[in-house]
């Protein structure tokens, strides 16, 4: 006990030695405190996005892969044509013990038997004037997240043959959420949907210029889609179906690869995670990531250097130190023990002051910094961002189409980081106090008296 | 008369030096009685009492304290416990003030005192130091003052030798006298062991016993040093004045 009392009144004793060191911690707390909030912080997000980007799988044509193994895109006289995924088989593939979630976007082209589509062209040959689309997927519900779509009237789809129509349409047919319609699928197959919803949809006004000069088309008016269920859709028939797969866990991509050739998928699609899109979003923050961390382990080693360097200047005060107590009779671990807590309550002063200085300067010192990196990485040739070659039904993870850096980085210290810098500080101290452990352990106190006669 | 420290045949050499600085030395120490031990400059008094203080070992003999070889005692302990010293440059912590440099020295020591601040207070006082002067910090202190809190220190802990390395070298005559009174008193009326390196004949006058350091030999010069009888010193190579 007195060992601490002792090593505490120490630190007040030895002012001039003490401050220099105290200091010297404080940067270095400072600076190694804000890069791990800093990277924690990062840490978190670049672990959330890569488990998000890691398990979202794209099915592609690999064009080079197909010509190679001599199929031609366009079946030519002598080549067989590419293999296409049917509808079939994207519900085969989602159906895996290594999906987590499968996200289907299927349309079949459809006709109205007496109902009128916006935009009808007189055409007793024209065949089909509608899409009828089922999904289970995000994006379809996007539309309606980000408010181009809205249900007005009635409510969303829920059971199977309802379906929700747009507002034009309604109103060209006086048609009321209860009603039914009825569509055509193919020649002739007729089929009764509910109408539970009407919806509101603003996706063709960005688009209405351009719709002037074109050809009146009722194919081309979104307000001619019926929306219905996945459920609905299958039990149809779905001509085109894009599907998006979120694996359970991101390892399991070869299994599910090899499940997937398995089931018959052509060697000639690559199966792969979005890594353009995870780079595009996460890399400023990793490169961020980087940067701080070489700077902290710069400081760090700087700091040690700095930290050895005065210990040893000030080695000639300690030694004596050393002596005197240990010719009274203390024993060498209980100086060691008192040279450490002295620098540990110094670090630990330290510690809270450093702290609270970089729980405030962390927020904007990362706000900079990822600034620079998105900077950089707008400037850099953008050479690897994929370009998906669709042809006909494709899957694809909706990421990297609207994949956008992480700009913003709310930094907060965490658990995880409190310890880490707390850990990194006692570290401080004891480098801070090893040359006085060196000196207890090699020194002996009769030195002293023959230094001082 | 009970025995306190025995040397047994002890040499000394210092690691990396061939001189024996001190060779085949016996000579027993009592309880109960005040040792003057004298000689030149260099020749070896320090090194004999870094010896029997537990400070280092010898190279060849021994050193025996209450019958036990300090070579083979736990010396941490022996120096907290049972030995008091007070070294020729003191050894004080400099930055310390005064008061905590006996409170620190008594709680290695392991005194079992409930008022140790108290009591150190007063050992200052025994020793002439007033709590002003014993509140500030040893580099505030002048020579004599620091040299007395020396004192102070190596009696702070009640110990059965005390070991002074010439204590009075910056003391004036009045407070020689008091320190010497001091070290009579523990000695004869606590049973303790006093040795003295000392060049002053006052100090050597206050002993029960002289003994002469001279090239590493510590002869027994007299019972009850009286002044003057250089030339019995001189034979035995003991001597009052230290060469500059
Ligand atoms: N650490 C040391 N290493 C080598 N020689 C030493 C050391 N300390 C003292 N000496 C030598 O030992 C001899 C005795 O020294 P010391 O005991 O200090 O003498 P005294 O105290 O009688 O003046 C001297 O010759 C001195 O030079
Ligand atoms: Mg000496």
Same mark, same amino acid.
């Given at each position: ?453 | ?109 392991? @005194? /079992?005192? #409930?008022?140790?601040?108290?009591? $150190?207070? +007063? =050992? ?6 007033? &709590? !002003?002067? *014993? ?85 027994? @010069? /007299?019972? #009850?040093?009286?002044?003057?009888? $250089?030339? +019995? =010193? ?6 009052? &004045? !230290?060469? *500059?």
């Amino acid at each position: 006990m007195y060992i601490i009392t002792n090593a505490l009144k120490n630190l007040g004793r030895n002012k001039g030695r003490n401050f220099l060191i105290g200091i010297i911690l404080l940067v270095i707390i400072v600076a190694t405190a804000i890069a791990i909030i800093i990277n924690s912080t990062a840490s978190s997000i670049i672990d959330d996005y890569k488990g998000r980007f890691g398990s979202e799988v794209s099915l592609n044509l690999d064009y080079d892969k197909a010509i190679n193994e001599g199929n031609f895109v366009d079946s030519g006289e002598n080549g067989k044509g590419v293999e296409e995924i049917t509808p079939k088989q994207y519900f085969e593939f989602g159906d895996s013990k290594y999906i987590k979630e499968a996200q289907y976007n299927a349309s079949s082209m459809i006709n109205f038997k007496d109902l009128k589509p916006v935009d009808d062209v007189d055409d007793p040959d024209l065949m089909v004037r509608g899409y009828l689309i089922g999904s289970n997927a995000k994006n379809i519900s996007d539309d309606f997240k980000k408010e181009a779509r809205k249900i007005i009237d009635g409510a969303m789809y829920r059971q199977e043959n309802e379906c929700i129509v747009s507002q034009q349409f309604a109103e060209l047919n006086k048609l009321k959420p209860g009603d039914e319609i009825e569509i055509i699928l193919g020649k002739d197959r007729v089929h009764k949907l509910k109408i539970s919803g009407i919806f509101e949809d603003n996706t063709m006004v960005s688009g209405g210029d351009a719709a002037q000069f074109m050809e009146k088309n009722p194919m081309l008016n979104r307000n001619n889609e019926i929306l219905t269920g996945l459920d609905t859709i299958k039990k149809l028939g779905a001509e085109n179906v894009t599907a998006a797969f979120s694996l359970k866990n991101p390892d399991d991509l070869k299994a599910f690869t090899a499940q997937l050739q398995k089931k018959g998928l052509p060697s000639y699609y690559k199966v792969a995670t979005d890594e353009a899109g995870y780079k595009a979003v996460v890399g400023p923050v990793e490169n961020m990531k980087k940067v701080t961390t070489t700077f902290m382990i710069v400081v760090l080693i700087l700091g040690a250097i700095i930290l050895l360097l005065i210990s040893t200047l000030a080695i000639r005060e300690r030694k004596y130190e050393i002596g005197v107590l240990r010719a009274m009779g203390m024993k060498k671990g209980k100086v060691g023990i008192g040279f450490v807590t002295e620098m540990i309550a110094l670090t630990f002063a330290c510690l809270i002051i450093g702290l609270s200085v970089s729980a405030f300067a962390s927020q904007p010192i990362a706000d900079s910094l990822l600034k620079n990196q998105i900077q950089i990485a707008e400037e850099a040739p953008t050479g690897n961002t994929v370009s998906h070659l669709d042809f006909g039904a494709s899957a694809g993870a909706p990421a990297s189409d609207d994949a956008k850096p992480l700009s913003e980085l709310s930094v907060h210290l965490d658990f995880d980081a409190a310890i880490q810098i707390i850990l990194i500080a006692i570290m401080l101290a004891i480098v801070s106090s090893i040359m006085g452990i060196v000196y207890i352990t090699r020194y002996e106190p009769m030195k002293i008296l023959s230094e001082r006669n | 008369m009970k025995k306190a420290l025995i040397l047994e045949k002890t040499t000394y050499t210092y690691p990396g030096t061939k001189k024996k600085v001190l060779s085949n030395v016996n000579a027993t120490f009592d309880k109960g009685k005040m040792y003057a031990v004298m000689g030149k400059s260099g020749a070896g008094k320090t090194t004999l009492l870094s010896l029997v203080s537990g400070l280092d070992t010898a190279t060849e003999g021994r050193v025996l304290y209450d019958g036990q070889d300090l070579s083979k005692l736990n010396r941490d302990h022996y120096r907290a416990r049972s030995v008091g010293v007070i070294f020729q440059g003191y050894n004080l912590l400099n930055n310390a003030t005064a008061i905590d440099n006996i409170v620190l020295s008594m709680n290695i020591s392991g @005194v /079992k005192c #409930k008022k140790k601040k108290a009591k $150190a207070y +007063e =050992l200052l006082a025994n020793v002439g130091i007033d &709590k !002003e002067t *014993a509140d500030r910090p040893i580099l505030k202190l002048s020579g004599g003052e620091q040299q007395r809190v020396g004192i102070a220190r190596a009696l702070a802990h009640n110990p059965d030798v005390v070991i002074a390395d010439e204590p009075s070298g910056n003391l004036d005559a009045e407070t020689e006298k008091n320190i010497m009174q001091i070290f009579q008193d523990i000695a004869h009326n606590e049973d303790k062991c006093v040795i003295i390196v000392t060049h002053s004949k006052n100090v050597a006058e206050c002993a029960d016993e002289v003994w002469g350091l001279n090239k590493g030999n510590l002869t027994f @010069v /007299k019972e #009850k040093y009286v002044f003057p009888h $250089a030339h +019995e =010193l001189e034979e035995k190579g003991a001597t009052s &004045k !230290e060469p *500059a």
